[in-house]
């Protein structure tokens, strides 16, 4: 995520393009650190967003109104005075600084023409929005910084406003070959990390993407190139430049699957493997991302309570299913004690009173062995009392192997669960997965009287070749699809071996084309719990093949005729249907 220069000389190209003559309409604080201005161009309405929140700084176009508290802020009653009505004259950042400038005309109380800059300045914690007269003086600012906050720069009312150069780093647009190779390649430090901090503008990600297209590490130390490729990096550099001078910028976001990963103003080739999509101008760009990640967050936020459920429970259970394993192993002992107690009831018709232990030739592997005997008691005491050894021993086996089963299917069940979580996009989605839960007795039902609704779908996807292909988002919706939607005939992906989506690809009764089996098979390792991983090895057989045990868990299937294939999780390519 990153907001660097060359996002801002996107926008203000497409800010100059959109609001240059145009009127301000409205002025609202809806937040404390956030403006909202409504201005009017060409019989168009526009609202623009300037945020300077620590945590989220942004400008863009949006269509999004907000709510405005009762009682205006001073800053917000400030701008309404001077330059309600004003029009904005031009949009400029200097050099790649992350900075807007927007020069706004406007009249003053005598009717005179005036001119004032408000300076957005989005630097992460340290970002601002600041008022100042055409000279250069600060009429006042959205958040005041005292010399007690910082002693690089104070902003305050009064004082002069000016771009802190808090480190020495030179302009891209106009540095030329020889500062590039010296101040890079000078510095003991990884290659990227020399970009971004000896340039303006330049974000890590920009960094990273500049040693991409060179073919070079981004982790090796600067001092330590050669020549040749520190003549091709400033190469890629220079096209980069070019494209921002000369505005050829290409709005896009990174997507890996429907969690967005980056957005640009240039291609990032660096995420060749994920998908990436372009966007009309950065503001739209910039509001479909924000939309995105608020959407990912707040369901993360919403689900934390169910997982922390699946979670306590799981940790139960695996510990509950070690000691099951540890006791069932000491039940392996069991076949010994009958063993004695049969050669005991053979041969203990010579053993004498009181002895402690008797010889006898095991007639199952045809070896003497030794039985420990109780002195006290009778030989057919003692073989009575390995008989009920045997037998006490036997049952708890039986018992265990009962219990085993139950909780590993029960923990395979969390798992599954858990999976279900990761993949969850909607609240929707969660309500689904909510519902499972109760049902299966791991949270109880809240008495509200409602019917629970469930709206949630399947991931719908089209093939390359045309072919429709499902995945379901949770156990419910695997059972629906592969026991009641799918036919005979279609063909059901599952990855092997660990939680995830069954996968259903319709075939219509038609032989399908080997890429088909490649595409279905990237969409089950993709939503399984080896998404991460390299490489997922994926089942898949005709439904037909494809069993329900009785009493199982939601989702849980069988098969016993299958391929394998081994393929990335991967979705690019892929077309998400609805």
């Excluded at 290659?191 to 297209?213: D, N, Q, V």
């Excluded at 009764?509 to 998404?531: M, T």
Aim: aromatic fraction near 8%; proline fraction near 4%; include cysteine.
């Amino acid at each position: 995520m990153a907001f660097d220069g060359i996002v801002i000389a996107n926008l203000a190209k497409e800010l100059n393009d959109m609001l240059t003559g145009g009127r301000i309409y409205k002025i609202a604080q809806p937040e404390k650190d956030e403006l909202l201005l409504t201005l009017k161009n060409q019989k168009n309405q526009f609202r623009l967003l300037l945020s300077a929140d620590a945590g989220l700084p942004l400008v863009y176009i949006t269509e999004t109104n907000k709510q405005s508290p009762m009682t205006a802020p001073n800053f917000c009653m400030l701008l309404r005075k001077h330059i309600s009505n004003g029009r904005i004259l031009e949009v400029t950042q200097p050099g790649l600084e992350r900075i807007l400038r927007f020069e706004i005309e406007h009249l003053d109380e005598l009717g005179d023409l005036c001119r004032k800059t408000l300076v957005v300045e989005i630097m992460g914690k340290h970002s601002n929005i600041i008022f100042c007269r055409d000279d250069g003086m600060i009429i006042d600012s959205i958040k005041h910084v005292p010399a007690q906050m910082s002693s690089v720069r104070e902003v305050l009312p009064g004082r002069e406003y000016f771009i802190p150069q808090t480190q020495d780093k030179q302009d891209p647009l106009l540095i030329d070959r020889d500062q590039f190779l010296k101040v890079v390649f000078s510095k003991p430090m990884k290659l990227s990390k020399a970009l971004y901090t000896s340039l303006t503008g330049i974000s890590p990600l920009i960094a990273e993407e500049l040693c991409f297209r060179a073919s070079l590490e981004s982790d090796q130390p600067a001092n330590t190139m050669g020549e040749r490729e520190r003549l091709h990096l400033f190469r890629m550099f220079e096209l980069l430049m070019e494209d921002v001078r000369e505005a050829r910028f290409v709005p896009n976001i990174v997507n890996d699957g429907r969690i967005p990963v980056e957005f640009s103003s240039i291609k990032l080739t660096q995420y060749r493997d994920l998908t990436c999509r372009n966007y009309d101008t950065i503001s739209m760009a910039l509001e479909a991302y924000y939309a995105a990640k608020n959407t990912v967050t707040r369901i993360r936020q919403r689900s934390s309570d169910l997982r922390r459920v699946v979670q306590t429970i799981l940790d139960r259970d695996r510990k509950k299913y070690e000691i099951q394993l540890k006791q069932m192993k000491d039940t392996e002992k069991k076949d010994k004690y009958k063993v004695y107690g049969e050669l005991i009831n053979t041969y203990g018709y010579h053993v004498e009173p009181g002895s402690k232990s008797m010889e006898a030739l095991n007639y199952y592997t045809n070896e003497m062995i030794t039985i420990p005997l109780d002195p006290m008691l009778t030989p057919l005491e003692n073989g009575q009392k390995y008989f009920d050894k045997y037998n006490k021993l036997k049952r708890t086996a039986e018992a265990l192997a009962s219990l085993l089963k139950q909780t590993h299917d029960q923990i395979l069940h969390l798992e599954s669960i858990g999976a279900s979580l990761d993949i969850a996009l909607s609240e929707e989605d969660l309500v689904q997965i909510k519902e499972e839960m109760v049902e299966s007795g791991y949270i109880r039902r809240k008495n509200t009287g409602k019917k629970v609704k469930i709206t949630s779908k399947p991931f719908h996807y089209v093939s390359s070749d045309g072919y429709h292909m499902y995945v379901g988002k949770n156990n419910y919706q695997n059972e629906e699809l592969t026991f009641k939607f799918a036919s005979g005939n279609d063909w059901w992906f599952h990855a092997k071996g660990i939680p995830g989506s069954h996968v259903i690809v319709k075939s219509e009764g038609a032989e399908l084309p080997d890429r088909v089996f490649e595409e279905a098979g990237r969409l089950a390792a993709y939503y399984s719990k080896g998404r991460e991983a390299g490489k997922v090895e994926i089942d898949y057989t005709e439904k037909k093949n494809v069993k329900k045990p009785n009493g199982s868990k939601p989702g849980f299937v069988v098969y016993y005729t299958n391929y394998s294939l081994t393929i990335e999780p991967d979705l690019s390519g892929l077309t998400l249907a609805d």
